[in-house]
């Protein structure tokens, strides 16, 4: 379904939202992964308010889509994203990791209500989500399943153990959206272990390939609905990306991959989310 001028600018103000969360929570906490969280905001953002079908006040709705974060890492853009649906109050962000807290640095499924599964080590989540997908097939269940997922997983081969896995039951109910940000802790992911040409390997493993503008929600939201029409293979949408998207000073700076901002950098950083949000039209 197009989406509509007035759709796009209340999903853009939501991932904004999001970010100005993030921000907040990252600089509470002291500690945090703050470039793939900004980044993945707009991806988030649509995926809460347009495209999976679940209920905030039922997480455990039997007819809900599945979202399987596999980069735990960055776990802030799913906290913030579930506060602003209505999973649980916005000023709960602020707990996270802390001791006791349901919000742990990555997603724990017994501790909040609407995670999937938890979360950690990298190259996991695709499995389990095609293991998850499997197993909606067999029970004859209509409900989707998304996986996100970081391009540095994808040095791992348990990720493309997992797309064997996928292709081989052509688990049409499967959606994989990779953070095609090109950075991991150490620099750029086609330093440390060259991954491209992505589309190229993803259609060998018989993926059916979408690359969109991970920014750009008509474009998030028209790849996932492309996807719901695939009969005979899981779907990859490869979603190019901007690390720290929105904080200009530190887009695209690998440096930020695991750093958080202190209470300087982050009043700094909430006033430019700020003025960016006045100015959405």
């Known amino acids: 379904m197009t989406l509509t001028d007035v759709q796009v600018k209340d999903i853009a103000i939501r991932a904004n939202d ?4 993030i921000v907040a929570m990252l600089a509470e906490a002291k500690s945090g992964h703050t470039a793939g969280s900004l980044d993945m905001a707009d991806i988030f953002a649509t995926l809460y308010v347009h495209v999976l079908k679940h209920d905030p006040k039922n997480p455990e709705w039997s007819e809900r889509d599945w979202l ?12 913030a994203a ?10 709960e962000c602020m707990t996270l990791r802390s ?3 349901r919000l742990q640095g990555h997603p724990e ?3 909040l209500p609407g995670v999937e599964t938890t ?13 998850v997908a499997l197993a909606l097939r067999i029970d004859g269940k209509q409900n989707r399943v998304f996986c996100a997922v970081s391009d540095g997983e994808y040095e791992e081969g348990n990720t493309w153990e997992a797309m064997m896995c996928a292709a081989k039951y052509k688990l049409n109910n499967l959606t994989a959206i990779m953070d095609r940000n090109l950075i991991q802790i150490d620099g750029s992911t086609e330093d440390v272990m060259p991954l491209e040409s992505l589309v190229d390997k993803c259609r060998a493993f018989n993926w059916h390939v979408i690359e969109i503008d991970g920014h750009d929600i008509r474009q998030i939201a028209a790849a996932c ?7 005979d293979k899981p779907t990859m949408i490869l979603a190019r990306t901007i690390p720290g998207k929105g904080i200009r000073s530190i887009e695209g700076e690998y440096r930020w ?3 958080s901002p202190n209470e300087d950098e982050a009043t700094v950083f909430l006033e430019e989310l700020r003025v960016a949000r006045a100015s959405i039209v």
């Open 18 to 21: 999001i970010r100005q969360t």
């Open 68 to 79: 399987i974060l596999s980069n735990g890492h960055v776990a802030p853009v799913q906290y």
């Open 82 to 91: 579930m506060a602003h649906a209505g999973y649980f109050p916005v000023e």
């Open 99 to 101: 001791f006791g807290s």
């Open 109 to 111: 499924r017994a501790l």
């Open 119 to 131: 979360s950690g080590p990298l190259g996991s989540g695709l499995s389990q989500a095609a293991g």
């Open 225 to 231: 609905d492309e996807a719901n029409t695939v009969v």
């Open 257 to 259: 991959h695991g750093k």
